[in-house]
Each structure stands twice: as structure tokens, then as C-alpha cells.
């Protein structure tokens, strides 16, 4: 039982080029200048030309208005998601859990969805978790949804161990693992910006506490002036650091509260719905499994009455050998319903789970984005407190360049000088 990690993927083919048809590997069909050719997840080859953005199923003629196969009308495609050209499974998926692989059993291997477009033989399948992809022997090619860029849509199909062995996650799970990790640090940022307001409150309020303290107050002249403004810059220091504190609350850190919170809602929308469509999957996954273990179990009743009519070894007549034939083909036919269920179920998790990761995908964008535009705000506004705190200390270097001791003697001896009559002598 191999597992799928250990199996061997082509590599998606050039654009432009199309595999030849069996029979004809001798001949390679070049497509014309601007079409490139997909197959849809059941399978199905189709063209796109990336100029006017037209599909069809069929191969493009290099000769304007000479179809180059006869095949079904031009129309618009349907296997387009969010905008992409679906193209099935990455050509390279991630590591996955050790599932078994599922042969073709002769009772059921014709049995199926009347539609052309989802028949899918089982021995080119493997079934992993309730998921069916194409085995790795006979796979066609599969293109990336965005093969220039490493992209979540692209590489978390599989599930994969987790780390302790114990079973598997699901790689969308691991997706939303790591936003449910990247709300945690918008948090845990926004915490640190908290914390840096109480810093700046406290920090304020003690400038403040500390430009009212009375201690050389008495000092004069161009000294004292000096050290009184000394003070007075604490006080615009305070003033600054409040306005700084209260702008890191309004710009900084309550957009980021606000981001994580609508953030959280929306990861809780795709974890259910994409949670919802993968047991829905199981379940119709179940529902074949059962219905073709009874179409098993009626095959093998209708040959054993049937062989035992024939060696005259009961008394079976044709009516009973008739009625376990009509319970054989309702059991073939409730089979083939249950697989049409589950590819309905399985394309529908396949589109849910291309515009989900792409939504995540977005939603990573516009994190890191904000995050980093909001400390591109925070160091703004430190470099703005920086420039208003080296305005409170200039008039401070402005009247310590002008303290003058020999002026500052001028007028205080000025003001208090007693008399300037030298004594002399007495004489006798």
C-alpha cells in the first residue's frame, strides 16, 4: 500500500503543446500563438487562449474557421474557479498519510455516473481519506491552478502525518493552523503596543510629577532662567508623550485589535464550511462503499442461482434467477447514483477548497500588510515624539549659551551693592 508522498508525478507539460491521442505518439499537435491546453479534474482535455480569455473542448485549428476535430459546440467552460482554469491536482502534492490504494473490481468497474465528463476508471485512481486522485502510474497531466507562484491553492490537497504519528491532518487544516498562529502574534503584537502605552502613561505622568519639585528654585540670574526652563521642558516633555501614548492607542493598537477580531470571524467561516463539505465527502465516500458491497453481494447470488439451475441442484426456477437479476441491476444502479453523489460532493469540496485557500491566501496579504503599515506608524510617530522632545530641550541649550557670570555679578551687585567707599587708615 503505497503512500501517495512516495509515488512519482509528472511534471505539468509546456503550454502550447498537446500529448497525442493514442495511436498517434508518433505526431505532436502544436497548438496555435496564444492557446494553451488544460484538463478539467474529471479528466477532460480543454483550451484556453490566454489572449481573449476563450475555452473550448475542442482543439484550436492553426487555420481561422477550419475546426481541427469534430467534437462538441464552442461554449464557456465550467472548469473555472475564482477566476482560474482548473487543471485538477498539483502535479507535485505534499507529503501525505500512509493510505491504501484501491484496485478495480470486475463487479463494479463499468459502473458509474452516466456522465461522460466524470467517468473515471479505477485503476487510474487512488482513493486517500475519502479523496479520490489520480494514480500516479497512469495520471495524466495536471497543470497548477497558478503555476508562477507558490500558491495555497496549489499544494495542500493531501492530508499529512502529524507530527506525533497518531493520523493525519488535512492540508487545508494546516492552512488555517498557521492563520489561527498568525491572529495569536497580531494579538501578542498588540499586547507589546499596550504595554508601551502603560510605559509612556507612567513615563509622562512622572516628567510631569517631577517639573512641579521645588528644589533650586531659589538659584538666579541667566543660571536660574536657565534651570527653570529646564523644568518647564519636563512639562512639555510629559505633554508630548501623553499625545504620543494616546496616538499609539488610537492608530497603532486598536486597528490591530480590530483587524484580529474580524480576522477570527472570518477564519471561523471557512474552518466550518470547508470542515462541513469534507464530511459530506466521507459520507457519500460511505455510501459507495456500501452500495458496492451489495452490488457485490448480489452479483454473487445471481451466479450462484444461476449455477445451481443449471446443474439441476434446486429447484430454482427462471422467475427467482429473473428476480435476483432485477435486484442485481437496481444494486448497479444504486451504485452508479452513489458515485454521481460523490463526485457532485468531491467537485464541490474542489471549488470550496480553491476559493477558501485563495480567501486565506488574501487574508495573509492583508495581515502582514496592515501589521506592517501600523509599525511603519508607530516608528513615524516615535520619530515625531523624538523631534518634539528636541524641542522642548533646545530653548534649554539656547539659555545655557547665554549664562554669563560676569553679567550676572553686573546685576546682582547692581540691586544689592551697600555702598562703594572704600575704607582708609585711621590717623592720629
Known amino acids: 500500500m503505497p503512500d501517495l508522498c512516495d509515488l512519482s508525478f509528472p511534471l505539468p507539460q509546456k503550454p502550447g503543446m498537446v500529448p497525442p491521442p493514442p495511436g498517434e505518439e508518433s505526431q505532436i499537435v502544436i497548438l496555435p500563438p496564444g492557446w494553451q491546453s488544460y484538463l478539467s479534474p474529471q479528466g477532460r482535455r480543454y483550451y484556453v487562449n490566454t489572449t481573449t480569455n476563450e475555452t473550448t473542448w475542442e482543439r484550436p485549428s492553426s487555420s481561422p474557421g477550419i475546426p481541427a476535430s469534430p467534437g462538441p459546440h464552442r461554449s464557456s467552460l465550467p472548469p473555472t474557479v475564482n477566476g482560474y482554469h482548473v487543471a485538477g491536482t498539483p502535479a507535485h502534492p505534499p507529503e501525505t498519510a500512509h493510505m491504501s490504494v484501491r484496485k478495480s473490481t470486475g463487479d463494479?468497474?463499468?459502473?458509474?455516473?452516466?456522465?461522460?465528463?466524470?467517468?473515471?476508471?479505477?485503476?487510474?485512481?487512488?482513493?486517500?481519506?475519502?479523496?479520490?486522485?489520480?494514480?500516479?502510474?497512469?495520471?495524466?497531466?495536471?497543470?497548477?491552478?497558478?503555476?508562477?507562484?507558490?500558491?495555497?491553492?496549489?499544494?495542500?490537497?493531501?492530508?499529512?502525518?502529524?507530527?506525533?504519528?497518531?493520523?493525519?491532518?488535512?492540508?487545508?487544516?494546516?492552512?488555517l493552523q498557521k492563520q489561527l498562529k498568525g491572529k495569536q502574534m497580531q494579538k501578542e503584537m498588540s499586547e507589546f503596543i499596550r504595554e508601551r502605552i502603560?510605559?509612556?502613561?507612567?513615563?509622562?505622568?512622572?516628567?510631569?510629577?517631577?517639573?512641579?519639585?521645588?528644589?533650586?528654585?531659589?538659584?538666579?540670574?541667566?543660571?536660574?532662567?536657565?534651570?527653570?526652563?529646564?523644568?518647564?521642558?519636563?512639562?512639555?516633555?510629559?505633554?508630548?508623550?501623553?499625545?504620543?501614548?494616546?496616538?499609539?492607542h488610537s492608530e497603532v493598537e486598536k486597528p490591530l485589535m480590530n483587524f484580529r477580531e474580524n480576522f477570527k470571524k472570518d477564519m471561523k467561516?471557512?474552518?466550518?464550511?470547508?470542515?462541513?463539505?469534507?464530511?459530506?465527502?466521507?459520507?457519500?465516500?460511505?455510501?459507495?462503499?456500501?452500495?458496492?458491497?451489495a452490488l457485490t453481494e448480489r452479483q454473487r447470488d445471481l451466479e450462484m442461482k444461476t449455477q445451481q439451475l443449471e446443474i439441476k441442484l434446486s429447484n430454482k426456477t427462471e422467475e427467482d434467477i429473473k428476480k435476483a437479476r432485477r435486484k442485481s441491476t437496481q444494486a448497479g444502479d444504486d451504485l452508479m447514483r452513489c458515485v454521481d453523489l460523490y463526485n457532485q460532493a468531491q467537485s464541490k469540496w474542489f471549488e470550496e477548497m480553491v476559493t477558501t485557500t485563495l480567501e486565506l491566501e488574501r487574508l495573509e496579504v492583508e495581515r502582514v500588510e496592515m501589521i506592517r503599515?501600523?509599525?511603519?506608524?508607530?516608528?513615524?510617530?516615535?520619530?515625531?515624539?523624538?523631534?518634539?522632545?528636541?524641542?522642548?530641550?533646545?530653548?534649554?541649550?539656547?539659555?545655557?549659551?547665554?549664562?554669563?557670570?560676569?553679567?550676572?555679578?553686573?546685576?546682582?551687585?547692581?540691586?544689592?551693592?551697600?555702598g562703594n567707599i572704600r575704607p582708609v587708615d585711621m590717623e592720629i
Request: glycine share 4%.
Open 108 to 175: 463494479s468497474q463499468n459502473l458509474g455516473s452516466s456522465s461522460p465528463g466524470k467517468k473515471q476508471s479505477k485503476e487510474n485512481t487512488i482513493t486517500i481519506n475519502c479523496v479520490t486522485f489520480p494514480h500516479p502510474d497512469t495520471m495524466p497531466e495536471q497543470q497548477l491552478l497558478k503555476p508562477t507562484e507558490w500558491s495555497y491553492c496549489d499544494y495542500f490537497w493531501a492530508d499529512k502525518k502529524d507530527p506525533q504519528g497518531n493520523g493525519t491532518v488535512a492540508g487545508f487544516e494546516l492552512l
Open 198 to 248: 502603560k510605559i509612556e502613561e507612567e513615563y509622562a505622568k512622572n516628567l510631569a510629577k517631577l517639573s512641579q519639585n521645588s528644589l533650586a528654585a531659589q538659584e538666579e540670574g541667566s543660571l536660574g532662567e536657565a534651570w527653570a526652563q529646564v523644568k518647564k521642558s519636563l512639562a512639555d516633555e510629559a505633554e508630548v508623550h501623553l499625545k504620543f501614548s494616546a496616538k499609539l
Open 269 to 293: 467561516k471557512c474552518d466550518h464550511h470547508i470542515a462541513d463539505l469534507r464530511k459530506q465527502l466521507a459520507s457519500r465516500y460511505a455510501a459507495v462503499e456500501k452500495a458496492r458491497k
Open 373 to 418: 503599515q501600523h509599525l511603519c506608524q508607530y516608528t513615524q510617530l516615535r520619530h515625531e515624539t523624538d523631534m518634539f522632545n528636541q524641542s522642548t530641550v533646545e530653548p534649554v541649550d539656547q539659555l545655557l549659551r547665554k549664562v554669563d557670570p560676569a553679567k550676572d555679578r553686573e546685576l546682582w551687585v547692581r540691586e544689592h551693592k551697600t
